[in-house]
């Protein structure tokens, strides 16, 4: 498990059996668990009969946890909404080492392109980078690096889920709510995504000297390993979606440990944002290492946020 950054992605989905195919063919392991109440009522998914399922990677990193959902629940993000629409959590990140392969891969499993995969620069970093989409409305960003070569990361085909992107209205006001919980931008980007970047936020067809975006990347300790990064076009705005505190089908939370929760907690609630409580810090009987104190917030743009006690 993380101890900095999210450690757990919670998925609510009408489709758990194609997503765990998903994560089986890349050698993640199943735990299923019952479905209790207190799943039920801090998550607000509506199959309340159906199982809890946690997938891991044998060597750790992120967990993903799916959820049961009836096919009727609403979406959190729309399928067909742009993809620079701001609310609620966009995608989750993960790696490959062969783009050609993971794109016939995802298509095997049940996502199909959003966008196709484009290279483009980043700094000095030029990655290839496509979106995929399932019918639960989450959008999975798969990334190849081509230069410079990745250094001290090791994976097979693909790796854990290392990053999560908010699409929002402003970068600076999701940043200040991030800061509450420990998290430090440490890049900051202004201005157009060079190479075929633009493709990536379908922003292609705008005039070139306004296609620019504000994306920006924060963790506690400055790591790409449970980072959350945001992106907003100013020149270009959409209208954000209202998205659910609780239930609907998606990208439902991130999950992060905090080494303090209790002290975490009355900083929330003595700042300006505690109007974006969802529940209240309380002892909960949750899976694995989320059966500990949380509670949940609501990001600026809808982006829930589950904040637990650090195991020791």
């Given at each position: 498990?993380?101890?900095?950054?999210f450690?757990h992605?919670?998925?609510?989905?009408?489709?758990?059996?194609?997503?765990g195919?998903f994560?089986?063919a890349?050698?993640w392991?199943?735990?299923t668990?019952a479905?209790?109440?207190?799943?039920?009522?801090?998550?607000?998914?509506?199959?309340?009969?159906g199982?809890?399922?946690?997938?891991?990677?044998p060597?750790?990193?992120?967990e993903?946890i799916?959820?049961?959902?009836s096919?009727?629940?609403p979406l959190?993000?729309?399928?067909?909404?742009?993809?620079a629409t701001?609310?609620?959590i966009?995608?989750?990140?993960m790696?490959?080492?062969d783009?050609d392969w993971?794109?016939?891969f995802l298509?095997?499993?049940?996502?199909?392109?959003?966008v196709?995969?484009?290279?483009w620069h980043?700094g000095?970093?030029?990655?290839?980078?496509g979106?995929f989409?399932?019918?639960?409305?989450?959008?999975?960003?798969?990334?190849?690096?081509?230069?410079?070569?990745?250094?001290?990361?090791?994976?097979?085909?693909?790796?854990?889920i290392?990053n999560?992107?908010?699409m929002v209205?402003s970068?600076?006001?999701?940043?200040?709510?991030?800061?509450l919980?420990?998290?430090?931008?440490?890049?900051?980007?202004?201005?157009p995504?060079?190479?075929?970047?633009?493709?990536?936020?379908q922003?292609?067809?705008?005039?070139?000297?306004?296609?620019?975006?504000?994306?920006s990347?924060?963790h506690?300790d400055?790591?790409?390993?449970?980072?959350?990064?945001l992106?907003d076009v100013?020149?270009h705005?959409l209208?954000?979606?209202?998205?659910?505190k609780?239930?609907?089908?998606?990208?439902?939370a991130?999950?992060?440990p905090?080494?303090d929760?209790e002290r975490?907690?009355?900083?929330f609630?003595?700042?300006?944002?505690?109007d974006?409580?969802i529940?209240?810090l309380?002892?909960?009987?949750?899976?694995?290492?989320?059966?500990?104190?949380?509670?949940?917030?609501a990001?600026?743009?809808?982006?829930?946020?589950?904040?637990y006690?650090c195991?020791?």
């Open positions: 498990m993380r101890r900095k950054g450690s992605v919670v998925i609510n989905t009408a489709h758990a059996d194609t997503l195919g994560f089986t890349l050698g392991q199943l735990q668990e479905l209790d109440d207190a799943a039920v009522a801090f998550w607000g998914n509506t199959d309340a009969h199982a809890l399922h946690r997938w891991q990677l060597d750790g990193g992120s993903v799916l959820l049961p959902a096919i009727e629940e959190l993000r729309p399928v067909a909404c742009p993809v701001p609310g609620g966009f995608d989750i990140n790696r490959t080492d783009s993971a794109c016939g298509a095997a499993h049940g996502w199909r392109e959003l196709s995969p484009v290279a980043f000095e970093v030029e990655t290839k980078e979106l989409i399932q019918d639960d409305g989450i959008v999975m960003a798969v990334m190849q690096r081509l230069h410079p070569p990745l250094q001290g990361i090791n994976f097979d085909r693909m790796s854990d290392f999560s992107t908010q209205t970068v600076e006001r999701t940043l200040a709510f991030l800061q919980f420990d998290f430090e931008q440490f890049v900051d980007h202004r201005g995504l060079p190479g075929e970047g633009a493709r990536v936020l922003l292609e067809d705008q005039p070139e000297e306004t296609a620019h975006v504000r994306l990347i924060a506690p400055g790591a790409m390993d449970g980072s959350i990064e992106i100013p020149a705005p209208p954000s979606i209202d998205v659910a609780l239930g609907g089908r998606g990208l439902r991130l999950c992060i905090m080494e929760v975490c907690y009355e900083r609630m003595s700042s300006e944002w505690s974006r409580l529940h209240p309380s002892h909960r009987q949750l899976p694995g290492q989320l059966n500990t104190d949380i509670f949940s917030v990001a600026p743009d809808g982006g829930r946020l589950d904040l006690q195991p020791d």
